[in-house]
C-alpha cells in the first residue's frame, strides 16, 4: 500500500511540475518591450525539406535592447528565414541586409502591454487546470486504493498530502506570472 501511495505522490508531483515548467516555456515567448533571442524560440524554418528550429540554422543575438539580429549559419538560408519569422506571426518586420536579418522590436502600446498580461494570465491558467488534474487523478486513484481495503486514515493523510503539493505549484504558478506581468508593464 505504501509504496502504492508513494507511486501516486511521485506521479502527481511530476505532473505538476511539468505544467510549471510549460508555463515557463510559454511564459518566455511573450516578450516585455526588450529584445530577446527567446522570442523566436519555436519558429521553424524550411532547411532542405525539414521543418528545423530556427535556433539550430543561425545565431540569434540581441546588440542592444530593442533589436534581434539572426545570422544564417548558410547565405542561401537568409530568404527561408526572413518568410519563417514573419509567417509567425509576431508582430516582427525582419530586415534583410544580404547577410543577416535584423529586427526592429518596437515599444510596446499600453494597449498591446494589457493583452500580453492576458495572455500571461491565461497560460497562468491552463497552468492551473493540468494541476488540478494532476490532483484530481491522484485523489481517484486513492480512492480506489481505500475501496481495495487501505484505512480511511492512510487515505486522508495522502489526499493531504497531494492537495499541499497542488497548493505549492499552484503558489509557484502564481508567482511566475506576477513576475512576467511586471515585467511587461515596465517601459
Given at each position: 500500500m505504501d509504496e502504492m501511495l508513494q507511486m501516486i505522490k511521485e506521479?502527481?508531483?511530476?505532473?505538476?511540475?511539468?505544467?510549471?515548467?510549460?508555463?515557463?516555456?510559454?511564459?518566455?515567448k511573450i516578450r516585455a518591450g526588450k529584445?530577446?533571442?527567446?522570442?523566436?524560440?519555436?519558429i521553424k524554418v524550411d532547411y532542405y525539406g525539414s521543418q528545423t528550429p530556427l535556433n539550430?540554422?543561425?545565431?540569434?543575438?540581441?546588440?542592444?535592447?530593442?533589436?534581434?539580429?539572426?545570422?544564417?549559419?548558410?547565405?542561401?538560408?537568409?530568404?527561408?528565414?526572413?518568410?519563417?519569422?514573419?509567417?509567425?506571426?509576431?508582430?516582427?518586420?525582419?530586415?534583410?541586409?544580404?547577410?543577416?536579418?535584423?529586427?526592429?522590436v518596437p515599444p510596446l502600446t499600453e494597449e498591446r502591454r494589457r493583452d500580453l498580461?492576458?495572455?500571461?494570465?491565461?497560460?497562468?491558467?491552463?497552468?492551473?487546470?493540468?494541476?488540478?488534474?494532476?490532483?484530481?487523478?491522484?485523489n481517484d486513484e486513492i480512492k480506489k486504493l481505500q475501496k481495495d481495503g487501505m484505512s480511511e486514515d492512510m487515505a486522508k493523510d495522502a489526499e493531504s498530502e497531494i492537495q499541499r503539493l497542488t497548493d505549492?505549484?499552484?503558489?509557484k504558478v502564481d508567482n511566475e506570472v506576477e513576475r512576467k506581468e511586471k515585467d511587461i508593464m515596465v517601459i
Open positions: 506521479e502527481a508531483e511530476s505532473a505538476m511540475k511539468k505544467a510549471v515548467t510549460h508555463l515557463e516555456d510559454e511564459l518566455v529584445a530577446s533571442p527567446a522570442m523566436l524560440d519555436g539550430q540554422v543561425s545565431n540569434i543575438n540581441t546588440p542592444d535592447p530593442r533589436t534581434i539580429s539572426v545570422q544564417p549559419w548558410e547565405k542561401a538560408m537568409i530568404e527561408p528565414i526572413e518568410k519563417a519569422i514573419m509567417m509567425a506571426n509576431l508582430g516582427l518586420n525582419p530586415q534583410n541586409n544580404g547577410d543577416l536579418i535584423m529586427i526592429n498580461v492576458k495572455r500571461a494570465k491565461a497560460e497562468g491558467e491552463h497552468a492551473k487546470v493540468s494541476i488540478r488534474n494532476a490532483r484530481k487523478e491522484a505549492h505549484f499552484s503558489t
